[in-house]
């Protein structure tokens, strides 16, 4: 038994060597075991029983007995590769063959009442499925199983992955970049939390920086500093979503630096996308930003005093549109991580409470009460009461600020002149004066973090990027953030399969080996360039948001007139049904 095995989460990582024995099968042949496709399981073991010019006959694991033609068969691999952790070492490396070693090493424990989670490289990646469950695979011990190893020597996972990229960095003085893919729910965030915090440890200086704080001595270094920073911007930029708990709603590509020695050197960190229509906006199972909640929980004693949230969290309509709570998650808990976070990132109070204040004026402000004048194209403010609390809070005079919802001011000419209102562009001031305070408030607080993460007394000579976006997603209704979020994710998509398997092919042609080139994705690029091409999506979108009097309408009109019928990937959105056309008139 090797030192390792006794660790906890040893059983988690590779299986024993009784137990590769006892799930080896005792019946296999090359020539008659195959993969068959099958439409509950994708793929299911079948045995040739004839064949017949371009068809074979079959019988499948079920029992069932097919007629097929060869092409729709996949060859299956020997019995020694159940379960290997290498799939570059399966001699067919086919969809059903990958497929069910993902399968069968994720299944492998719950013979034993357990999950696994697998990580299996393949290449240049290591796969991961999330169990959805919390495994001892990351802990201390298992950290320093992997520092200084190649990735041969052990099992593997997500520390192997970021121990070669420092490793490589190291030794061939170059930057390195870790790109987590997958759609939401995949466990992307949760992924790049466990890459930075090991390049924390194995990048760590020998000496920490001290603070005093409360009388209470608290180690404040540059590592803690990088692993604490995940808090604040989860709180401030993550949600509940119907997949997913704690979501991002926005990318982030991190830095982390490191000197020519590799000791850590500091981090910065550069946002993307963030979602700002769910500030006063959220779908039916889902919540808005989590730092709402958490300040609601009442966690900080006076604070909601401070903020004038006397009421109940159901009573501020921005942030209670669908769920207010997540099962299994204190919100108190989740302020307090919060809160100690600040503290070592070295936030002072004051940059707490004008944080804070922002978020409770938004709330307050979309509870302002608007109405429609009689015979009027202009809408007048019905109750002040709400608007003066979020004034306060901003430290704005209550008067200009409703009369600018009320009347902006427009350059006409030379000359600024009033323009009136009615009630429903009131209404989408409001909103998207929230939105844009909102998204200012997160750019700020990025680079508050990144001004604490600068090491100004050390070298910065390289870094590790790891890339964390939001997921693809496709939802019965999808905010205009979400074709940004699902646009990025594929192109990044395209890059990742030309980077890894395209250029890959490409070598195995100039070496001469014989290879059948197979397309892996690359004929989305014509939607792609639907999306992003001159009179594209995009550039039509940039020109009708200057155009006078532009609407959803005049948007949709030209993007019709220019793509409808002479572009595959465009079509006219199906009518609603009787009862939906109901409801949009009402």
């Not at 070592?344 to 204040?357: N, R």
């Not at 600018?404 to 209102?421: A, I, T």
């Not at 998204?439 to 680079?447: E, G, H, P, Q, Y």
Request: hydrophobic letters at 35%.
């Amino acid at each position: 038994m090797s030192e390792y095995e006794t660790d906890p989460g040893w059983q988690y990582l590779r299986q024993q060597q009784q137990q590769i024995v006892v799930a080896t099968p005792k019946k296999f042949d090359s020539k008659k075991n195959v993969w068959v496709p099958d439409g509950e399981e994708c793929f299911i073991a079948a045995e040739i029983e004839s064949t017949k010019g371009d068809f074979v006959t079959l019988i499948t694991s079920k029992g069932v007995k097919k007629t097929l033609k060869k092409d729709e068969m996949q060859k299956m691999n020997p019995p020694k590769y159940e379960k290997t952790e290498d799939m570059a070492n399966l001699t067919f490396l086919n969809d059903a063959s990958v497929l069910h070693n993902l399968r069968e090493r994720y299944l492998s424990m719950m013979i034993y009442h357990m999950l696994i989670l697998v990580k299996t490289y393949s290449g240049l990646f290591c796969v991961v499925i999330n169990p959805y469950k919390r495994l001892p695979i990351y802990t201390e011990s298992i950290c320093k199983m992997y520092i200084g190893k190649r990735r041969t020597q052990m099992p593997p996972h997500l520390f192997a992955v970021s121990d070669e990229a420092y490793r490589n960095m190291i030794n061939d003085h170059r930057n390195q970049s870790m790109l987590i893919t997958g759609e939401s729910g995949a466990g992307k965030t949760e992924n790049t939390k466990k890459v930075i915090a090991y390049l924390a440890v194995v990048g760590a200086p020998n000496s920490s920086i001290k603070s005093e704080k409360n009388g209470k001595e608290k180690v404040s270094s540059i590592e803690d500093q990088i692993v604490r920073t995940n808090p604040v911007l989860e709180a401030f930029g993550n949600a509940k979503t119907v997949r997913n708990n704690n979501s991002s709603r926005f990318g982030k590509f991190i830095r982390i630096h490191f000197n020519a020695g590799g000791r850590l050197a500091g981090a910065d960190i550069e946002h993307y996308l963030l979602e700002k229509s769910r500030v006063i906006k959220q779908a039916p199972g889902e919540r808005c930003y989590h730092i709402f909640y958490q300040i609601m929980s009442g966690q900080i004693a006076g604070l909601k005093e401070k903020l004038f949230l006397t009421r109940e969290i159901s009573d501020y309509h921005l942030i209670s549109q669908a769920e207010v709570t997540i099962d299994d998650v204190d919100d108190k808990e989740e302020m307090q991580i919060t809160d100690e976070s600040f503290d070592i990132m070295h936030f002072v109070e004051q940059e707490k409470q004008d944080l804070f204040a922002l978020v409770a004026g938004i709330m307050h402000m979309g509870e302002i009460k608007f109405k429609q004048r009689q015979r009027e194209e202009q809408a007048e403010c019905e109750d002040y009461q709400e608007g003066d609390l979020a004034c306060k809070l901003w430290m704005v005079d209550t008067n200009n600020f409703i009369s600018s919802l009320l009347k902006p001011r427009v350059k006409v000419g030379l000359e600024w002149v009033k323009k009136g209102q009615n009630l429903e562009q009131v209404n989408w001031a409001v909103g998207a004066l929230a939105k844009a305070i909102y998204a200012r408030m997160f750019a700020w607080l990025i680079k508050r973090c990144n001004k604490t993460l600068d090491a100004q007394d050390r070298s910065r000579d390289y870094f590790i990027g790891v890339l964390d976006i939001a997921g693809f997603e496709i939802f019965d209704f999808n905010s205009f953030e979400q074709l940004w979020i699902n646009f990025v994710n594929e192109k990044l998509q395209q890059f990742f399969n030309h980077h890894m398997f395209v250029l890959e092919q490409q070598e195995y042609q100039r070496e001469g080996i014989h290879w059948e080139f197979i397309d892996f994705g690359l004929d989305l690029q014509a939607c792609i360039e639907l999306i992003e091409k001159p009179l594209g999506i995009i550039s039509m979108l940039d020109e009708e948001c200057i155009v006078p009097k532009a609407s959803d309408f005049t948007l949709a009109q030209k993007l019709n007139d220019q793509h409808f019928g002479k572009h595959p990937n465009f079509q006219k959105p199906k009518p609603p049904k009787a009862k939906q056309a109901c409801k949009l008139k009402e």
